[in-house]
C-alpha cells in the first residue's frame, strides 16, 4: 500500500536553499505547539510577509510554493489559480506524466475557493472539487490519490510539531524553514480538514467503478470452509487473471489495489469456527485452501483462467504453499518479505522470540475475547518479557506466566531444528526445482523478516539455476515494505535511486507476466539491489555472482581505545579475546535493543567491537558477509549475534543491515541437525550470514565488527548444556559463560562486481 508519509519529504523537497542563500531571516515566534490556537495566525503572519519577496528560478518550484504561501495567506482563489498554471506547464512538458502527489493540494485549494467563492461550507466545496478531479482518473490513479486522502492528519501534526521545536529558541527563521514550517502547516491543517469527509467519498468512489462481492462458502480440502472477498472493476470488458491473497485477518485492501490494476482482486480467508478453534493450526493447510480457491476462480465467468498471487509476510507463505501444490492455474507469485516457517519464524537462527508467542495468540481466536484485547497492549508483552527473564524459568513457562494455555506456541518448541514438521509446510530442496512460474521477491537491509526472503530465493536458485525468480532489496525495513517502499534512514542524504514504488514495481511486474508490459526497470536480472551511497541499482545472475571477491578481516585482540582491531592482516603471533557472560545478571531486564540505523556508538551490550583502519579508499559492500570463529568456550552451545557498522569520518555508526545476525551455534553448519559445540576444546566454526547489504563505504571510513553472546528477554536463552534449550532455567547458568575469541577468527566481506 502507498505510504503515507509522501507529504514529509514533499514539505523538504519543494525548498530550495540556494535560491534564498542571501535572503534576510523574518523574525518569528514559534507558536506553543501544531495545535495551539494561535498557530494558524502565526503561519498566516508568516505566509503574508513572504509573499511579497518570494521568487525562484524554476517556473514549477516557484508556482508549487507560491500556492503554498497564497493558501497559508488564506488566498485560496490565488492558489488554485496558481496551480492550474502549474498543472498546464507540467501537461505541456509531458502529456503521459502520472497523477502527481499535489493532486492534493489542487482538490484542496480548489475547494476552499468554492467555499470562498460560492458562501458554502467546506464539505460541500470539498466534496464537488473531490468529484469534479477524481471522477476524471482511470482506476489506478483514482486508487492512488484515495491512499493518499486516507493517511492519518497525525502523521502531518508530528512533522509541524517538530519543525515548531527546532524554532522554539529562535527569534528569527530563514526564508527556507519558513517554507517548510508553512508546508507542513498546509499538510496538517488540510488533513484535519478533509479527514472527516474522504471515508464516505471513497467508499461512493469504490461503489461507481467496482462491483465488490463477498464469497461464501468454498469448500476447501478436509471440508474447510473459506471465504473470499472479490473486487472487479465495472469497466472491464472482458475476463480478466485474479491476484489472490490468503490473510489471516479479512484484509481486503490488496483486492480492492488489485482491481484498480487492472486484475480481479480476490481476498480469501479460512472460516474458522467456534468448535474447530482448538484444531486450527496456521501454516499446516495454506497450501491446500489457496489451491481449493484458485480452482474455485478459474470456475468463474469473471476469469480468464489465469491466476497470480500476491502477500506480504504470511500471505507471501501462502504463496509459495499454493506453488509447492502447483496448481496449472497459477502462473506467478510476487512476494514481499515472505515468511518461511522454520527459518525466520518462530525463531531466527533457531532462537526461538517471544513475538512468536504473541503472534500466535494473535493469529488464532479464542473463546476468550480478552485473550486478544490483552495482546495489543506493548506495555502488557514488555511486562511478560521482564517477568519471564528476572523470574530465570524455563522458555516453555511464557505461557503460565502470561496467564494463557498456548499450546500452538508448545507445538513449535518441541521442533527448534528445521524438521520434517517445518519441511512439509513449504517447498523443500528439490520440490523448489518444480516451481516452474515467475516469481517476484522484495526484501530490505533493514527488514526482521529479510532471511525468510533470502531463504526462498536461494532455495529456488540452488536446486533450478535457469530459475525465472527475480529478486530485489534495498534500504528499507517491514514497515517501509508494507507501505510502498520509501527509503529507511541511513544518516545521510537518502538515495534517490532507492525512493522505488515497491507497489507500482509489483504491479508492473505483473504486467509483464501476465499482460506482455515492459519489465521494470529496476529488474534486469535475478538479484537487484540498490547500492547506498552510490545511489545506484545493481545486477547480478545470483547471490553468488553479487560480489566479485572478499576481503578478509581478521578479529585481533590488539585493544584501539575502546574497541579491538579488525585487521586485513593475518597476526604473527597468537592472541585471544577473553569474554565472558553472567546469566544470573538480570539488570539488563528493562533493556530494549535499539533498532536505529545510524548511532553515536555502536551496540556492545554482551559484545566485543573490532574496528578497521580508515579506508584508503570507497568501498562497495554487497551481498551475504561470512566467516570463521576460532574459539575455545566452557559450554556446549551458544546463541551469537554478529553486527556490521560503518563508522563515518565524521564519528556516526551506519548499520550496513539490520537487526543483527543471529544464530544458535548448534545449528549454524546445519539448520536441520543439532551439532554441540566442544566444552574447553579449541575449534571453528564457519558460517555464511542471512543478511544482505549493499553499501558504499566513504574514503576515511572505518569497519566496525560487533561480535555478542545473545541474552536478551524478548527471546530464549541458551545456558550451553546442550539440552532442550527451551527447558533450561537459570540454575543451568550457575557458570557463567566464558569464551576466548583466538585472532585468526576472521570476517569475509563481499564486493560488488
Known sequence: MRTFGFLVVLVMALVSRSAWADAPELDFQAPPSAIDPSTAAAMRDLAERLLPVYQNADPDRYLTNLSALQMAAGDYSSADVSRQSLRDRRRRADLHRPVGRGVIFDIYAYAKAIEAENRVTFAQGFTRAYHEVVHRLDDQDAYIVDQWFAAPPATYRGTLQKLLDQQRAKDAVGETEALQMIWAYLSFDAYRQFAPLVTALIAEEDERRYVAEAVDPIKGRGGRILSAFVVRSRSAAKAEPALLELTLDGSREHARESAARGYVGVAAQAVRRREDLHEWTPYQTEGDDARAVIDWITRQPWSDGRVGMIGDGYGGFAAWAAARQAPPALKAIATSSPTAPGVNFPMTGNI???????????????????????????????????????????YRDLGRI???????????????????????????????????????TTSGYYAESEPGALYYFAEHLRYDPRADHAFVIGPYDDARLSRGGVPASTGTEADAAAGVDLDDLRYKWLDHVFKGGAMPAVVKDRVNYELVGANEWRHAPSLEGVGKSARRFYLDSNPTAAFRTLSTQKPARQQFTLQTLSFLDRSDAAR?????????????????????????????????????????????????????????????????????????????????????????????????????????????????????ISKRPDREINYGTGNDVSEETIADGNVPLRVDWYNDSYIDVPLAQ
Do not use: C
Open 402 to 440: 502470561y496467564g494463557a494455555h498456548n499450546p500452538l506456541f508448545l507445538r513449535w518448541l518441541n521442533h527448534p531444528s528445521y524438521d520434517r514438521y517445518w519441511q512439509r509446510l513449504m517447498p523443500y530442496q528439490r520440490q523448489f526445482a518444480a516451481i516452474k512460474i515467475p516469481v517476484l
Open 592 to 708: 530494549v535493543p535499539s533498532n536505529e540505523i545510524t548511532r553515536t556508538s555502536p551496540d556492545l551490550h554482551n559484545a566485543v567491537a573490532y574496528v578497521s583502519e580508515p579506508l584508503a579508499q570507497a568501498v562497495d559492500v554487497a551481498g551475504l558477509f561470512s566467516g570463521q570463529l576460532d574459539f575455545t568456550v566452557n559450554k556446549m552451545d551458544m546463541d551469537l549475534e554478529i553486527s556490521l557498522y560503518e563508522q563515518t569520518d565524521i564519528g556516526v555508526y551506519v548499520r550496513l543491515f539490520g537487526p543483527a545476525y543471529a544464530f544458535r551455534s548448534s545449528y549454524v553448519r546445519d539448520r536441520v541437525h543439532r551439532h554441540l559445540l566442544e566444552d574447553g576444546t579449541r575449534q571453528q566454526l564457519s558460517f555464511r550470514s542471512e543478511r544482505f547489504s549493499g553499501r558504499r563505504l566513504k574514503a576515511g571510513s572505518r569497519l566496525v565488527v560487533v561480535l555478542g
Open 352 to 394: 526461538s522470540l517471544n513475538s512468536a508467542f504473541r503472534w500466535s495468540l494473535e493469529a488464532v481466536p479464542h473463546a476468550d475475547p480478552s485473550l486478544n484485547a490483552v495482546s495489543r497492549d506493548e506495555a502488557a508483552w514488555r511486562a511478560l518479557d521482564q517477568t519471564w527473564y528476572t523470574s530465570g524459568r524455563r
